[in-house]
């Protein structure tokens, strides 16, 4: 039983460290998006945001109105990867709804032919004033380039949670308006590799990983919490009760209790 136990209490430490582990990593990314990112809303830095959501990313925006005080900004950005040789490329847009007063709870941007229209709905990046057009399955930031294509849209809508114009603008976005997978492939083809900063002469990036290293005391303060409360506690558990009850021999205390027995007993 004292093996199991010990082994328990292994497994127990260990699952806790785990969970120490991804409670401070979560705790990091909260607060690196809470600065940075409110830095990013408040200097207009949408790289910020689209920069690192795709592989790749076009550093111009595809569409961009402002009405209203609102402003929304279309990015491309596209997945890319190797398959037998072979190239493939996924591009989307990435959508981005900003404004100069705090955004309400819900918008949504309608794209419309006269006869056909699709409605993209954004959701609030974390808790900042900015928001991202979500995709058809509402799951991530992203929509797929051919969705936008399907038809010839000439006009967009800014819409407020009871989906009332809040303005409306001329759009036009047509195939060769997209040209990362036309350059990706075209450099592909001539090196056998993916670009990283080859291609930044035509304004295409790849993506960048957000660095949170100046918040890493949040995790080395955690590690340290841990640390402590598991020393405290193995001692609790394995050590400290052998002063009050003993192991193979009794206590001084429970000496000194059996001996009031005894002499009661005479």
């Known amino acids: 039983m004292k093996i199991f136990g010990r082994v328990v209490y292994a497994l127990l430490a260990v699952f806790t460290f ?86 309400g709870s819900l918008y949504y941007l309608r794209f419309t032919d006269g006869t056909n229209q699709l409605d993209i709905e954004f959701m609030r990046f974390r808790t900042l004033n900015i928001m991202m057009g979500l995709n058809q399955e509402k799951i991530e930031f992203g929509i797929s380039k051919e969705v936008i294509l399907e038809n010839n849209y000439t006009q967009v809508l800014l819409l407020d949670q009871y989906k009332n114009t809040i303005y409306t603008d001329t759009f036009e976005l047509v195939a060769e308006d997209f040209t990362i997978e036309e350059r990706l492939v075209a450099f592909y083809n001539d090196n056998e590799f993916l670009p990283l900063t080859e291609l930044t002469d035509f304004n295409i990036y790849p993506a ?54 005894k002499k009661s007993d005479v």
Request: hydrophobic share 40%; net charge negative.
């Open 208 to 261: 960048f990983t957000h660095e949170m290293d100046a918040y890493l005391s949040t995790l080395w303060i955690s590690l340290i919490v841990y640390l402590v409360i598991l020393i405290l506690s193995t001692y609790i558990v394995f050590f400290a009760k052998k002063k009050y009850l003993g192991k193979k021999k009794p206590s001084d205390i429970l000496i000194k209790e059996q001996s009031k027995y």
């Open 18 to 103: 785990w969970f120490v582990i991804d409670y401070a990593r979560g705790s990091m990314t909260i607060q690196y998006f809470e600065n940075e990112g409110a830095q990013a809303v408040e200097l207009e830095d949408d790289i910020f945001f689209y920069g690192s959501a795709r592989d790749y990313n076009h550093r111009t925006a595809l569409y961009e109105s402002s009405d209203q005080g609102y402003t929304v900004s279309i990015y491309e950005i596209a997945d890319a990867s190797i398959k037998n040789d072979e190239i493939n490329v996924d591009s989307y847009i990435y959508i981005m709804l900003k404004r100069d007063d705090l955004l």
